[in-house]
């Protein structure tokens, strides 16, 4: 065989025309470039994507976990966080839970995922970066509840992290706490009660503010006396 009839031995006729001679003129196709040509197989992607939802459904069990503390306060806020966090998603399963030191534990709240209907849990940690307790931790209380669960499939969400919303939340709390100390705004649920939220070391009033303040007073003071008097 010559070299020529080898090289076209490799090549398949796609199509085949006839020129105005008579002559056939063969339009060739490599069968290895019509194989590179094909992208993966469509319906074998469908089957794999429909094993997963891409998103949170109605039989989705949603876990927010935070590190827990001994400060009651600090514990109540998670649930509060819940209900907000429920009340705007609109999904039907989200249960808290602490890490350690408070409950319920991330156990507990599996199991009430479960109890609710939910054949996928799926553990949001409510901490700001990967540290520790996202690598090893979680992960490791997430699959010791799961083996109480057979048939339920679990996964532990990143944390926060670098998220863009991240600085309109920053900016918005330091904003606020900016306007409390100039006593243009309450505390805020945060601080609450707590007297915080004030400004410390040495600083050099404003002499302005200070005078407006005692003028203010005195003229409230100067009503109350004539009122009574």
């Known amino acids: 065989m010559s070299i020529e009839s080898s090289f076209f031995s490799q090549f398949t006729v796609k199509s085949c025309s006839v020129n105005q001679s ?57 649930n509060e966080f819940v209900i907000m966090f429920r009340d705007k998603t609109g999904y039907p399963i989200v249960e808290p839970a602490h890490m350690e030191l408070a409950e319920p534990s991330i156990k507990d709240a599996f199991g009430l995922c479960v109890q609710q209907g939910a054949s996928r849990v799926i553990v949001s940690p409510f901490f700001l970066f ?36 991240l600085v309109d939340v ?21 601080c609450d009660g707590t007297n915080k939220c004030r400004l410390y070391g040495k600083f050099k009033p404003d002499l302005t503010s200070s005078l407006q303040s005692w003028l203010l007073d005195s003229e409230a003071e100067l009503r109350t006396w004539c009122l009574e008097s």
């Not at 290895?32 to 949170?56: D, F, H, Q, Y």
């Not at 799961?146 to 998220?163: F, R």
Request: charged share 25%; aromatic share 2%.
């Open 22 to 78: 008579g002559t056939k003129n063969p339009t060739w196709a490599h069968p290895k470039i019509l194989n590179l040509r094909r992208g993966p197989s469509r319906s074998k992607n469908l089957s794999t994507r429909s094993c997963l939802r891409a998103a949170v459904g109605d039989k989705d069990g949603v876990i927010i976990v935070d590190h827990g503390s001994r400060r009651r306060e600090s514990n109540l806020m998670l």
């Open 170 to 190: 920053v900016n918005d709390r330091l904003n606020h706490c900016l306007s409390h100390v100039a006593g243009d705004a309450d505390e805020c649920a945060v």
């Open 130 to 165: 990967p540290g520790r307790h996202w690598h090893k931790d979680i992960p490791s209380l997430t699959a010791e509840a799961a083996k109480e669960h057979p048939g339920v499939s679990y996964m532990v969400t990143a944390p926060l992290g670098l998220h863009e919303l």
